[in-house]
Nanobody, 123 residues
């Protein structure tokens, strides 16, 4: 059974930084793509960043490109999201997610989800 658990959220001022972590268990981590997804209160989920199994292929939504960095440590079964120059519009619940593929840029294909961690950016 795939299990994902996020940590690292919190309250930060505009321009600040946070690093989210997601530990995975239940299958061979390096064989599967991962993503960070966020959901602002009252809004739909948004695919923020994606990464393939090896970590060499990454993509970002336009609103975070240049500020956020997705990475993974396959030896530690851990996914990261480094968030710099945070803005109030980054406020949301952040989820790590995975599916049965090496890489996907389609939110609907992600079937395994963590419980989420809250990020609040004050202005």
């Amino acid at each position: 059974q795939v299990h994902l658990e996020e940590s690292g959220g919190g309250l930060v001022q505009t321009g600040g930084s946070l690093r989210l972590s997601c530990t995975a268990s239940g299958r061979t981590f390096k064989d599967y793509g991962m993503a960070w997804v966020r959901q602002p209160q009252g809004k739909d989920r948004e695919l923020v960043a994606t990464i393939n199994g090896s970590g060499q292929n990454t993509r970002y939504v336009d609103s975070v490109r240049g500020r956020f960095t997705i990475s993974r440590d396959n030896a530690e079964n851990t996914l990261y999201l480094q968030m710099d120059n945070l803005l109030p519009e980054d406020t949301a619940d952040y989820y790590c997610a995975s599916g049965d593929f090496y890489y996907s840029g389609e939110l609907r294909q992600y079937r395994y989800w963590g419980q989420g961690t809250q990020v609040t950016v004050s202005s």
